[in-house]
């Protein structure tokens, strides 16, 4: 059975940091995408971030210069690192995870007060 969990989430104050994480197990196939996505309050789930089997990486504009994707093969563990929040970036935070078929985890609560 595959599980992705996610960790990392919390309550912090704009200009703060945090790191997210997610752990993917129960899969035995190559993980081509590793990404995070996000969704606010009254909105639609959104691309935040992902990084291919390549390492090549994709950014939403809103998070270019702040977050830093990165994964870890080994561990089919994939980070979110985040700087400077800002209260927009406040949601729930989803990984997900592409092989032959799309994964996603429960989500990660973030909070950024202004």
């Known amino acids: 059975q595959v599980q992705l969990v996610e960790s990392g989430g919390g309550l912090v104050q704009a200009g703060g940091s945090l790191r997210l994480s997610c752990a993917a197990s129960g899969i035995f196939f190559s993980i081509n995408v590793m990404g995070w996505y996000r969704q606010a309050p009254g909105k639609q789930r959104e691309l935040v971030a992902i990084i291919n089997s390549d390492r090549t990486i994709t950014y939403a504009d809103s998070v270019k210069g702040r977050f830093t994707i990165s994964r870890d093969n080994a561990r089919k563990t994939v980070y979110l690192q985040m700087n400077s929040l800002k209260s927009e970036d406040t949601g729930v935070y989803y990984c997900?995870?592409?092989?032959?078929?799309?994964?996603w985890g429960k989500g990660t609560q973030v909070t950024v007060s202004s």
């Open positions: 997900q995870v592409r092989t032959r078929q799309e994964y």
